[in-house]
């Protein structure tokens, strides 16, 4: 049992590139969620689709687009790369009803 | 105004020590409250979750809300080298319906062997 997958692990951008993180999760959950985590700032919500078919903002969605792909997959897309948007970055996933956030491994991003 | 606020530390215990950490939030209609630990490195899980006013007991760790004055904390009884990581207190503010959970920005804990 997998949990949640994100790829890549690493990655390094030159400003104004694009690319796309990848989340899934093999437990069936509703509810995705990205996250970024900056030192002195915590975890702050960028996206999150609460079922199939929906995405909402957080708190920082400036320069973020997503896409609820199917059930399983929720990708996070940069689509000009800026150094501010130098994070780590965590995907989590939650099952309806209950409300424990079950998180990826994390992207670390470097933007150049 | 953070609407889930954080001493980001270093607090720092010896070993067999009870470590207490505090966390303050400013909408009063959260429901839950909820404890994630992060070693360094790692990615958060979570370790205590509380809804309603007083303690919430689970081996080695306490959870306290207090709703009237927007304040949870988590305590750690016997604290070990083990524990030393940094705890994240995360607020779930419903909206419509829709769960947002939002974060602290973490208190790093060092537990002195």
């Known amino acids: 049992n997998a949990g949640v997958t994100q790829t890549p692990k690493f990655q390094v951008l030159k400003t104004g590139q694009s690319m796309t993180l990848q989340c899934a999760q093999d437990m069936n959950h509703n509810s995705m969620y990205w996250y970024r985590q900056d030192p002195g700032m915590g975890l702050r919500l960028i996206y999150y689709?609460?079922?199939?078919?929906?995405?909402d903002k957080g708190e920082v969605p400036n320069g973020y687009n997503v896409s609820r792909l199917n059930k399983r997959e929720f990708s996070l897309r940069l689509e000009s790369a800026a150094p501010s948007q130098t994070s780590v970055y965590f995907c989590?996933?939650?099952?309806?009803?209950?409300?424990?956030?079950?998180f990826g491994s994390g992207t670390q991003l470097s933007v150049l | 105004q953070k609407e889930v606020e954080q001493n980001s530390g270093p607090l720092s215990v010896p070993e067999g020590a009870i470590a207490s950490l505090n966390c303050t939030y400013s909408?009063?209609?959260?429901?839950?409250f909820f404890w994630y630990r992060q070693y360094s490195g790692k990615s958060p899980e979570l370790i205590m979750s509380?809804?309603?006013?007083g303690d919430k007991e689970d081996g080695r760790f306490t959870a306290q809300l207090n709703k009237a004055s927007q304040y949870v904390s988590l305590l750690i009884r016997d604290s070990q080298p083990s524990d030393s990581a940094t705890y994240l207190c995360a607020v779930n503010g419903v909206t419509s319906g829709t769960y947002k959970y939002i974060f602290g920005t973490g208190t790093r804990l060092k537990v002195l062997a």
């Open positions: 989590a996933s939650r099952r309806t009803g209950e409300e424990k956030l079950f």
């Open positions: 509380i809804y309603s006013n």
């Open positions: 689709s609460a079922s199939e078919g929906t995405t």
């Open positions: 909408d009063r209609v959260s429901q839950s």
